[in-house]
T-cell receptor
């Protein structure tokens, strides 16, 4: 089963509004990452938050992590039409060959209407 | 840096044919990953390499799939024979770190259609 499950599956907002996406996972993790995928393109890394961190900022992005609830949220403030994309959370925790394997969630499709 | 390079970008083939997808990772990255993305199953990790050695191939769906990494700058994913259910976008990604920092850099993908 998927380690990460994003919620909602789809989100449509007006330009300038904030967008919040949530990710829940099942097992303990070492870190959690958020990626963006524009239509027809590969994934692009946005931000990484470690298990001992609770909040992290990068530009208009704010990520929170609650390990007790096994959940994370990604907030995009003052959204722009260019933010239209799918957003995936990825968890790293299972040790495989000494490497912390990254498992991707199902994604949230964000549409920002100009 | 040119980023991760994949070829071809699009491939259309007939059922039963052999398909070979190619990937050139970012120079200096010692991890390479192959993913498959479909609407039904999302993004699935097929196999990954560390220093050209396959580490975990538990995601490879069947014996029809095989992957090689003959050197640090080249990897292939081969499907033989191909089937319509193999139709998907295949991504290659590379990473230069293990442990706590696992940012992966993705290529543009190869869209495979098996008729």
């Amino acid at each position: 089963s998927q380690q990460g499950e994003e919620d909602p599956q789809a989100l449509s907002i007006q330009e300038g509004e904030n967008a919040t996406m949530n990710c829940s996972y099942k097992t303990s993790i070492n870190n959690l990452q958020w990626y963006r995928q524009n239509s027809g393109r590969g994934l692009v890394h946005l931000i990484l938050i470690r298990s001992n961190e609770r909040e992290k900022h990068s530009g208009r992005l704010r990520v929170t992590l609650d390990t007790s609830k096994k959940s994370s949220s990604l907030l995009i403030t003052a959204s722009r039409a260019a933010d239209t994309a799918s957003y995936f959370c990825a968890t790293a925790g299972a040790i495989s060959g000494g490497y912390q394997k990254v498992t991707f969630g199902t994604g949230t499709k964000l549409q920002v209407i100009p | 840096d040119a980023g991760v390079i994949q070829s071809p970008r699009h491939e259309v083939t007939e059922m039963g044919q052999e398909v070979t997808l190619r990937c050139k990772p970012i120079s200096g990255h010692d991890y390479l990953f192959w993913y498959r993305q479909t609407m039904m199953r999302g993004l699935e990790l097929l196999i990954y390499f560390n220093n050209n050695v396959p580490i975990d191939d538990s995601g490879m769906p069947e014996d029809r799939f095989s992957a090689k990494m003959p050197n640090a700058s080249f990897s292939t994913l081969k499907i033989q024979p191909s089937e319509p259910r193999d139709s998907a976008v295949y991504f290659c990604a590379s990473s230069r770190d293990r442990g706590l920092y696992n940012e992966q850099f993705f290529g543009p993908g190869t869209r495979l259609t098996v008729l």
